[in-house]
């Protein structure tokens, strides 16, 4: 399994179809197609039946910061668990250090504005969030569905907006080579003009994820 930051760079540069993101920012990846419909159409059921209001770690007092659904999927259900291999087999991470799985749904109107995945070092639920674990380092997230009109993840400081498209993996790395915070990584997931959206996010953490 694959631990340091540089060897994932390489092992994904390698794979066929990925695209990296041709700025010196951040390490940000693409590629289109990695999900089969059908694995997406069963995560797509799961999210809903399982859905919630999603929350946010450090309540920053804007009701509307975060208005989509999360979903926690369990690791045993069959669609999950293919999902989980998939996504192994790509990225090589040791699944050790990756948080449980996530869906998330966003209808008309809903968003998520300007965030980091990483907990902001000194925040005020950082040692809440990081103390077992340690901060987030890879994020791995995934488009279940086309969406109609609007949904796209815009990284304003890398000036670049990716949208919907079925089966289509967006990952990055929240770590500069120091293995400090990157905010150059801050990203809004934008609202939907028309339809629903639906993602998944796999986080992986810097020690094997115990909460």
């Given at each position: 399994m694959i631990e340091s930051g540089e060897s994932i760079v390489s092992r994904l540069s390698a794979l066929s179809g990925m695209q990296r993101l041709p700025t010196p920012k951040a390490e940000l990846f693409q590629l289109r197609g990695l999900v089969p419909d059908d694995l997406c159409d069963a995560l797509i059921a799961l999210i809903e039946q399982g859905r919630r209001p999603s929350t946010i770690a450090d309540d920053n007092?804007?009701?509307y910061f975060r208005t989509s659904e999360t979903c926690d999927l369990d690791a045993n259900l069959p669609a999950v668990a293919?999902?989980?291999t998939l996504l192994t087999q790509l990225c090589g991470l040791n699944p050790a250090?990756?948080?449980p799985l996530q869906g998330q749904r966003y209808a008309i109107g809903q968003e998520f504005k300007p965030h980091t995945d990483y907990f902001t070092?000194?925040?005020r639920d950082f040692t809440k969030f990081c103390a077992l674990s340690g901060n987030r380092t890879w994020t791995f997230m995934i488009y279940l569905n086309d969406v109609a009109a609007g949904g796209a993840t815009r990284f304003k400081a890398l000036?670049?907006?990716?949208?919907p498209e079925r089966g289509k993996l967006l990952c990055w790395n929240n770590r500069l080579a120091n293995g400090?915070?990157?905010p150059a990584?801050?990203?809004h997931g934008m609202k939907v003009r028309k339809g629903v959206k639906y993602v998944i996010t796999k986080w992986y953490r810097e020690k094997p994820w115990r909460g």
């Amino acid at each position: 399994m694959i631990e340091s930051g540089e060897s994932i760079v390489s092992r994904l540069s390698a794979l066929s179809g990925m695209q990296r993101l041709p700025t010196p920012k951040a390490e940000l990846f693409q590629l289109r197609g990695l999900v089969p419909d059908d694995l997406c159409d069963a995560l797509i059921a799961l999210i809903e039946q399982g859905r919630r209001p999603s929350t946010i770690a450090d309540d920053n007092g804007d009701a509307y910061f975060r208005t989509s659904e999360t979903c926690d999927l369990d690791a045993n259900l069959p669609a999950v668990a293919r999902f989980e291999t998939l996504l192994t087999q790509l990225c090589g991470l040791n699944p050790a250090y990756g948080e449980p799985l996530q869906g998330q749904r966003y209808a008309i109107g809903q968003e998520f504005k300007p965030h980091t995945d990483y907990f902001t070092p000194g925040g005020r639920d950082f040692t809440k969030f990081c103390a077992l674990s340690g901060n987030r380092t890879w994020t791995f997230m995934i488009y279940l569905n086309d969406v109609a009109a609007g949904g796209a993840t815009r990284f304003k400081a890398l000036d670049k907006t990716f949208h919907p498209e079925r089966g289509k993996l967006l990952c990055w790395n929240n770590r500069l080579a120091n293995g400090a915070v990157n905010p150059a990584t801050l990203h809004h997931g934008m609202k939907v003009r028309k339809g629903v959206k639906y993602v998944i996010t796999k986080w992986y953490r810097e020690k094997p994820w115990r909460g």
